[in-house]
């Protein structure tokens, strides 16, 4: 894959936030989109600006944590698009805010449904055209709670660290496949869960609020700096990057021409002596 251009490109939560940032920049780039989401108005939003930027776009309305539909969909960019050569797997809520002690189980397990057991059905309806093309990109989103600790988050906290490991292990299974799975961390960005944050005062913590209200102030981490790592996790530049995660900020680009070692950008604790 020498270069993005005609390539089906199916992302889910493509409807707004990040997943919709990342949809707009992959279409500029030539990719054909397939946008998956729950609401039909920001789907249909989503399209069209994409339409009229010149670029190529299939709606396809699902919730992730739907197996069936979730695998309808990649038919559906099979017969539309030629079938799936990356996915962003980038649908997630953020779940209740506050101290374990008080939150509720249902909200904790909605999270996970979504964040979790949702990527894991995206992963799972391509992976069977991307194993026997022997060719694929799997770009899961990472966030705050990844790789550190995030008081009032456990429940977002806990699926953003569990999708790492998801993705190194599969990575591994499908490492002779020639199929790349990897998580980008996109940083702080403005969407509706800095609103969120917000909103929920002290339940949320000082440090976040302060930090959300940032965020909503400058807009966070520019969309470009997002769109151009997810590219480079799309391409053939990165095909010796596997099972990592790799945060917005980090000075990625020297990766293309650098072995990586085994522990490095993953979960895996590091001991000092």
């Known amino acids: 894959m020498h270069t993005i251009k005609d390539q089906g490109v199916l992302i889910t939560g493509a409807g707004r936030g990040i997943g919709k940032r990342l949809a707009l920049g992959f279409a500029a780039a030539g990719a054909r989109v397939g946008l998956l989401a729950r609401t039909q108005p920001e789907l249909d939003l989503a399209k069209l600006e994409i339409e009229h930027a010149g670029g190529a776009a299939l709606r396809l309305r699902a919730d992730v944590r739907d197996f069936e539909k979730v695998w309808a969909a990649v038919e559906r960019m099979g017969v539309v698009f030629g079938g799936v050569h990356v996915l962003i797997a980038a649908a997630a809520v953020q779940g209740p805010i506050g101290p374990l002690a008080e939150v509720k189980t249902k909200l904790w397990q909605e999270t996970l449904d979504t964040n979790i057991l949702g990527v894991m059905h995206a992963c799972r309806a391509v992976l069977p055209q991307m194993i026997a093309r022997?060719?694929?990109?799997?770009?899961?989103?990472?966030?705050?709670?990844?790789?550190?600790?995030?008081?009032?988050?456990?429940?977002?906290?806990?699926?953003?660290?569990?999708?790492?490991?998801?993705?190194?292990?599969?990575?591994?299974?499908?490492?002779?496949?020639?199929?790349?799975?990897?998580?980008?961390?996109?940083?702080?960005?403005?969407?509706?869960?800095?609103?969120?944050?917000?909103?929920?005062?002290?339940?949320?913590?000082?440090?976040?609020?302060?930090?959300?209200?940032?965020?909503?102030?400058?807009?966070?981490?520019?969309?470009?700096?997002?769109?151009?790592?997810?590219?480079?996790?799309?391409?053939?530049?990165?095909?010796?990057?596997?099972?990592?995660?790799?945060?917005?900020?980090?000075?990625?680009?020297?990766?293309?021409?650098?072995?990586?070692?085994?522990?490095?950008y993953t979960l895996r604790r590091v001991l000092k002596g």
């Open 134 to 264: 022997r060719s694929g990109k799997i770009i899961i989103l990472g966030g705050g709670g990844a790789a550190d600790a995030r008081p009032g988050f456990s429940a977002y906290a806990a699926s953003k660290a569990a999708v790492v490991r998801l993705a190194e292990t599969l990575a591994e299974e499908v490492r002779d496949h020639n199929v790349q799975v990897n998580c980008l961390a996109p940083g702080g960005s403005y969407t509706s869960m800095t609103d969120e944050i917000i909103q929920a005062g002290a339940k949320a913590g000082a440090k976040e609020v302060k930090e959300a209200e940032e965020i909503r102030l400058t807009g966070g981490v520019p969309p470009d700096k997002q769109i151009q790592l997810a590219l480079f996790l799309a391409s053939e530049r990165s095909n010796h990057i596997s099972g990592k995660l790799i945060h917005v900020n980090d000075d990625w680009k020297k990766l293309e021409h650098t072995n990586m070692l085994p522990a490095a």
